[in-house]
């Protein structure tokens, strides 16, 4: 049997006391987050079975799959090999270089069992604080 996709989203993910995780949920990134060097990145987590699942995380311009994505990654889970375990969680958390997004734009995350798509969902960074301002300053007085 294989693993199936338990959640996925763009955030931060803390471990908290007790073995609980924290979860914090971004729909709208901060246009300078650092995605590459803060806890915010796209997280999953899988339930494992007793089959090695394939998992791939990727970034899309665009919602069809006309286009390439902007990146992807592909991690083969293992399921536990402990005897009488039957079942195994497992985070698969990336990180994205924030030099490839585009302030102000919306992307798509896709996560993939195999080659099938198992969910998407849009990512939207905010506008640059600077954009639209004279020399990149303050927003002039009207």
């Not at 698969?92 to 969902?121: C, H, N």
Request: proline share 6%; hydrophobic share 40%; glycine share 8%.
């Amino acid at each position: 049997m294989q693993g199936h996709l338990v959640f996925s989203f763009v955030g931060e993910l803390r471990a908290a006391t007790r073995d609980r995780d924290d979860l914090v949920i971004h729909r709208i990134v901060s246009c300078d987050a650092r995605l590459d060097r803060q806890e915010i990145a796209i997280h999953t987590r899988w339930i494992l079975f007793d089959e090695p699942v394939s998992c791939s995380v990727g970034v899309w311009p665009d919602r069809g799959e006309d286009l390439a994505p902007i990146f992807e990654v592909t991690q083969m889970l293992e399921p536990e090999s402990t005897p009488g375990t039957l079942a195994r969680l497992c985070t698969v958390s990336v990180r994205v270089r924030r030099e490839v997004l585009m302030p102000a734009s919306l992307y798509w995350i896709k996560v993939f069992r195999g080659g099938d798509l198992v969910t998407q969902y849009p990512l939207k960074l905010a506008a640059d604080a600077g954009q639209g301002t004279p020399s990149g300053g303050r927003p002039a007085n009207h």
